[in-house]
Every structure is written in structure tokens, then in C-alpha cells.
């Protein structure tokens, strides 16, 4: 499809519960980012595949997140144990190699950590 | 590193008044640079973009040129109105043998009052 689908929309977890959010980028676009939106509006990045493959994870808190992008599977980012501080909009967005249409992103998944 | 620096809103302004935001860039490459906007409760859409110096992206009234020479890319519209109230975003990001993620700016919250 030509639109990034992120499921669910909204996620409420308790403290120290995992949370799992889910992105189908658009077919034919090499490229997934996952940035974390809080309060403020910064957007924070954390991490980009190229396929299934890991390009860059500067961004990612290592000891609690980790994400993958799997061959016929949707990429997903997981949060183990999660804390208040988790609490954002996690938006997904995919693009072409050449970025050549600029990066599409999805409508983004609220966690809540209460 | 690279950055984005936006001008810090909120910018308030009437209908039919001229609009800019400010954005300024530090990158050691030629980066694409984008314009996002983000209606309230919704993901980024993006506005605009240019690719290389002098380039000018316009889309619904708005604009924008990249300046190499200033390092900027403001963003403009000559007539706002009411259903333009959203947050912007700046944003630099790829270029050919560098990063592929997007670098975004801190974000202008815009209110256009009737």
C-alpha cells in the first residue's frame, strides 16, 4: 500500500510491563525508522533498518529496546520492563534508498506507562 | 554534528497575515531539506523539500529555498489561514555517503487566529 500502517494506536502499559508496537512500511521502500515523539515535540531517532537489516541504532536505549524488521512481518519495536519516561508517540516512517520522495511516516502508536 | 535550529514559537497570527519560520542547518555534506507539519493528534506530512542549493519547494502556498550560502531553508506563505494552525518541522537528511535518517529541528508551533 502507499501508506505506513502502525498498529495499535494507543498502548497503556504498567510500570515494568513490555509494550510491542508494530510497522508495515510501504512495499518497495528499503528503508524503516522508528523516532520517539515526547512532550516537548523532539523527535528523537532510535533506530533504522535497511530490509532486515540493522543500519543504524545510535538512538536506541539498548538495555530495554530493541526492534527488528523480519522478511513477510511487519518491523516491530519492543520495550521490556517500561518506565513512566517510556510514555511518547512512537511514529514509524519508510523511504526509497534516495529518499527521492522524502520519508513517509505512519499515523503513530501513543504508549501511556502508568 | 549535524543540526537543525528552528525559531522557537508559539507564532500567532491572524488569518490572511504573511508567515515565516525560521530554520538554519549545520551538516559537513549537501543534504536534502525538508519542511514536515503535524495537524494536532496526527503524524507528519510532509510539506515540502528541496535537494540542492537554490532549489525552491512549494506546496499548498507554502515555500521554501535552500540558501547553501546562509545555511537555511525558511519556510513562507504569503496568506495563512485558520486550517494552517499545526506544528512545522525542519528537517536535513540524506545525502549520498552519509547518514539516512532525518535530523529534525525542535518544531514552530503556528496558531492563525480568524
Request: hydrophobic residues 35%.
Amino acid at each position: 500500500g502507499e501508506e505506513v500502517a502502525q498498529t495499535p494506536k494507543h498502548l497503556v502499559r504498567g510500570e515494568g510491563q513490555k509494550a510491542k508496537l508494530y510497522c508495515a512500511p510501504i512495499k518497495g521502500h528499503s528503508y524503516v525508522f522508528w523516532y520517539q515523539q515526547v512532550l516537548k515535540n523532539e523527535f528523537k531517532f532510535l533506530i533504522s533498518f535497511q530490509n532486515e537489516n540493522v543500519f543504524d541504532e545510535t538512538g536506541m536505549p539498548k538495555e530495554r529496546f530493541s526492534a527488528k524488521c523480519l522478511p513477510n512481518s511487519p518491523c516491530s519495536l519492543e520495550i521490556q520492563a517500561t518506565k513512566l519516561e517510556d510514555s511518547a508517540v512512537y511514529f514509524c516512517a519508510s523511504s526509497t534508498i534516495q529518499a527521492e520522495y522524502g520519508y513517509t511516516f505512519g499515523s503513530g502508536t501513543r504508549l501511556t506507562v502508568v | 554534528g549535524d543540526s537543525v535550529t528552528q525559531m522557537e514559537g508559539p507564532v500567532t497570527l491572524s488569518e490572511e497575515a504573511f508567515l515565516t519560520i525560521n530554520c538554519t542547518y549545520t551538516a559537513t555534506g549537501y543534504p536534502s531539506l525538508f519542511w514536515y507539519v503535524q495537524y494536532p493528534g496526527e503524524g507528519l506530512q510532509l510539506l515540502l523539500k528541496a535537494t540542492k542549493a537554490d532549489d525552491k519547494g512549494s506546496n499548498k502556498g507554502f515555500e521554501a529555498t535552500y540558501r547553501k550560502e546562509t545555511t537555511s531553508f525558511h519556510l513562507e506563505k504569503g496568506s495563512v489561514q485558520v486550517s494552517d494552525s499545526a506544528v512545522y518541522f525542519c528537517a536535513l537528511g540524506p545525502f549520498s555517503g552519509g547518514y539516512n535518517k532525518l535530523i529534525f529541528g525542535a518544531g514552530t508551533r503556528l496558531a492563525v487566529h480568524p
